[in-house]
């Protein structure tokens, strides 16, 4: 991967690096995204910080406090934005038909390509995939 190629961080690998649960899953979480965080280079969508949100405050064991989910859903907010519109929202559903997806992870695949993401890390599509110019990419396996 070049230097400057965006990754596209999926809902599963924020929520993970997050969790104090996940004593497997947050270390490789937090560690790949340091790489995005120091070279510039993370992207995310409106989509992913909404689900984060709802994860982190209501599923994860503790759930983590409403204003702690809302100070790291503003601090990922300084990363490349894709805000779910309907242009993405009818594209995805293409997407889905064309690559037999749910369409929930082809509004992510589209949101990554429409970043310019060339990268999509996300543990709920085949690593090594490539949809839509973007590659897929499992961190925890």
């Not at 400057?4 to 104090?20: C, E, I, M, P, Q």
């Not at 490349?80 to 038909?97: G, R």
């Not at 997806?101 to 709920?124: H, N, Q």
């Amino acid at each position: 991967m070049a230097a400057g190629d965006l990754t596209f961080v999926d809902t599963n690998v924020l929520v993970s690096a997050h969790d104090r649960s996940e004593t497997r899953k947050q270390p490789l979480a937090q560690m790949l995204l340091e790489g995005p965080w120091t070279s510039r280079t993370g992207s995310l969508s409106t989509q992913v910080l909404q689900e984060f949100y709802v994860v982190a405050t209501r599923k994860l064991d503790p759930p983590m406090s409403r204003r702690a989910a809302r100070e790291i859903v503003a601090l990922y907010a300084a990363w490349p934005l894709v805000q779910v519109d309907l242009s993405l929202i009818l594209t995805a559903s293409q997407l889905q038909e064309r690559h037999k997806l749910s369409f929930w992870d082809a509004l992510v695949v589209e949101a990554a390509r429409r970043a310019g993401a060339t990268r999509l890390v996300t543990e709920d599509l085949q690593g090594g995939r490539q949809i839509g110019g973007v590659l897929v990419e499992n961190p925890f396996l």
